[in-house]
């Protein structure tokens, strides 16, 4: 069974612009989680999407949001990029995000903002 | 506030020692505690899940505790191996929906 994969795997971009990063869940998973990853911060929830529905929603900007499709991929958009949004960007899956379930997380996309 | 800690920030550990790392939550109404295993540059490793009326899990060299009236969990690894060198993070799980709740992780070392 494949894993969870992502899309570009890195990424280098200029303040002010604005990325899109992909996310394909393993087969069969229809909850996807978004977090970032920074030495100073550790890592924080973004957002969570099931069945194409935002459901949680981490404390971050609005210029990050996201979308799922109905085969269950999702992307996730940054605009107006800062500094402070250099990050590693992952995305977890499982079949419904419920309490008993084990996430699994992808190599992540690596973001470079300059 | 729901906050997860972890200590120590890193360790450093000869060949074939046993090891405890520490995870400790604010928070006691948790719904499960998952440890997780990350290796640099790369993603997360699930290694084990607790849920919240478990008081412990086992796989391989590895065997993880939950306590939740104190808010704490261990990961002990036995005969620890240089390939175990990376970095351990616990993450609580507050509700349904995927967000969980990091600690700033345990960069571990094993020597030959």
């Known amino acids: 069974k494949a894993g969870v994969t992502q899309t570009p795997r890195y990424l280098i971009k200029t303040r002010g612009q604005q990325v899109t990063l992909s996310c394909s869940p393993i087969s069969g998973h229809r909850s996807v989680s978004w977090y970032q990853q920074t030495p100073g911060q550790g890592l924080q929830f973004l957002f969570e999407?099931?069945?194409?529905?935002?459901?949680n929603k981490g404390n971050f900007p609005g210029r990050f949001s996201g979308r799922q499709f109905s085969n269950s991929r999702s992307e996730m958009n940054v605009s107006t990029l800062e500094l402070g949004d250099s990050a590693l960007y992952l995305c977890?899956?499982?079949?419904?995000?419920?309490?008993?379930?084990?996430?699994?997380f992808g190599p992540g996309t690596r973001l470079l903002v300059l | 506030k729901q906050e997860v800690t972890q200590i120590p920030a890193a360790l450093s550990v000869p060949e074939g020692e046993n090891l405890v790392l520490n995870c400790s939550f604010t928070?006691?109404?948790?719904?499960?505690l998952q440890w997780f295993r990350q290796d640099p540059g790369k993603g997360l490793t699930s290694l084990l899940l607790i849920q919240s009326s478990q008081r412990e899990q086992t796989s391989g060299r590895l065997n993880a505790s939950l306590d939740k009236s104190s808010g704490r969990s261990t990961l002990y690894i036995a005969a620890s191996q240089p390939g175990d060198s990376a970095t351990y993070l616990c993450a609580a799980l507050y509700n349904q929906g995927g967000k969980l709740i990091f600690g700033q992780g345990t960069e571990l070392s094993v020597k030959p």
């Open positions: 928070d006691s109404a948790i719904y499960n």
């Open positions: 977890a899956s499982s079949k419904e995000g419920g309490w008993l379930e084990t996430q699994y």
């Open positions: 999407y099931f069945s194409e529905t935002q459901r």
